[in-house]
C-alpha cells in the first residue's frame, strides 16, 4: 500500500485519525440517493471520477447504492490497532464496504471481518456492543474537526491537508517539499 511504502521511505510514524462520515446514517444504511438528495450532486458523475481515482491508485471500488454508519467499524479499528492488526483491519473493512457494500455497522458483518484477519469474534463482539471505544473515537471525531478534516481520506502533515485518493507521487511531494519528515500524523 501507498501508505506503507510513505512510511518506509520517510522512516516516518502515521498516527490514524477516524473521521465522522456521515454519522446520521442509521445502522441499516442509507440509499446513496436518499443520502444526497437535494445537495445539488451528480452521483453519476460523482461515481464516475471516484472510479477514475480508484483505478488510478489500484483501489477496488465496487457500485455501491447504499451507505452504512462506520462508527462501530471505527471503534472496532481502535481494537484492532491495540492487537497489532490495525492496518490489516482498516484494510478489510475498506474493502468489505467499498469494493464489497457490506454493511460495516452490522455486528456479524464486524465480527466476520475481525476473524478475516485473525482476531477473536467473540472478543471483537464484547468491544462493540460493550462501548470500550466510545471515547477514543470521540477524540479522534473532534481531532478532524479541528484538523479541517471534511472528507476522507485525507493526510495532515505539518499543517497542510492533502485530500483524497492521491497518486504517490502527490503524497511524497506534501513531504519533501516542507524540508522535513520527521512525522505524519
Same mark, same amino acid.
Given at each position: 500500500?501507498?501508505?506503507?511504502?510513505?512510511?518506509?521511505?520517510?522512516?516516518?510514524?502515521?498516527?490514524?485519525?477516524?473521521?465522522?462520515?456521515?454519522?446520521?446514517?442509521?445502522?441499516?444504511?442509507?440509499?446513496?440517493?436518499?443520502?444526497?438528495?437535494?445537495?445539488?450532486? +451528480?452521483?453519476?458523475?460523482?461515481?464516475?471520477?471516484?472510479?477514475?481515482?480508484?483505478?488510478?491508485?489500484?483501489?477496488?471500488?465496487?457500485?455501491?447504492?447504499?451507505?452504512?454508519?462506520?462508527?462501530?467499524?471505527?471503534?472496532?479499528?481502535?481494537?484492532?490497532?491495540?492487537?497489532?492488526?490495525?492496518?490489516?483491519?482498516?484494510?478489510?473493512?475498506?474493502?468489505?464496504?467499498?469494493?464489497?457494500?457490506?454493511?460495516?455497522?452490522?455486528?456479524?458483518?464486524?465480527?466476520?471481518?475481525?476473524?478475516?484477519?485473525?482476531?477473536?469474534?467473540?472478543?471483537?463482539?464484547?468491544?462493540?456492543?460493550?462501548?470500550?471505544?466510545?471515547?477514543?473515537? +470521540?477524540?479522534?471525531?473532534?481531532?478532524?474537526?479541528?484538523?479541517?478534516?471534511?472528507?476522507?481520506?485525507?493526510?495532515?502533515?505539518?499543517?497542510?491537508?492533502?485530500?483524497?485518493?492521491?497518486?504517490?507521487?502527490?503524497?511524497?511531494?506534501?513531504?519533501?517539499?516542507?524540508?522535513?519528515?520527521?512525522?505524519?500524523?
Amino acid at each position: 500500500m501507498r501508505i506503507e511504502q510513505l512510511r518506509r521511505e520517510f522512516d516516518l510514524t502515521l498516527q490514524h485519525t477516524v473521521f465522522p462520515l456521515h454519522p446520521e446514517t442509521p445502522a441499516e444504511g442509507m440509499e446513496l440517493d436518499d443520502l444526497f438528495a437535494g445537495r445539488g450532486f +451528480d452521483l453519476d458523475a460523482m461515481f464516475h471520477r471516484l472510479r477514475q481515482v480508484a483505478d488510478e491508485v489500484a483501489l477496488p471500488l465496487g457500485n455501491r447504492t447504499r451507505t452504512f454508519n462506520s462508527r462501530r467499524a471505527q471503534e472496532l479499528g481502535k481494537w484492532a490497532e491495540q492487537q497489532g492488526h490495525g492496518d490489516a483491519f482498516r484494510n478489510a473493512v475498506y474493502h468489505a464496504y467499498f469494493a464489497e457494500g457490506r454493511n460495516i455497522s452490522a455486528i456479524n458483518e464486524l465480527t466476520g471481518i475481525a476473524a478475516e484477519v485473525e482476531l477473536p469474534p467473540v472478543e471483537a463482539r464484547d468491544v462493540i456492543t460493550s462501548g470500550r471505544y466510545t471515547a477514543e473515537v +470521540d477524540a479522534d471525531w473532534q481531532r478532524a474537526r479541528s484538523l479541517g478534516v471534511t472528507a476522507v481520506p485525507t493526510l495532515h502533515y505539518q499543517g497542510n491537508l492533502l485530500v483524497g485518493f492521491t497518486p504517490y507521487s502527490t503524497m511524497k511531494n506534501l513531504i519533501t517539499r516542507s524540508g522535513s519528515w520527521a512525522r505524519v500524523d
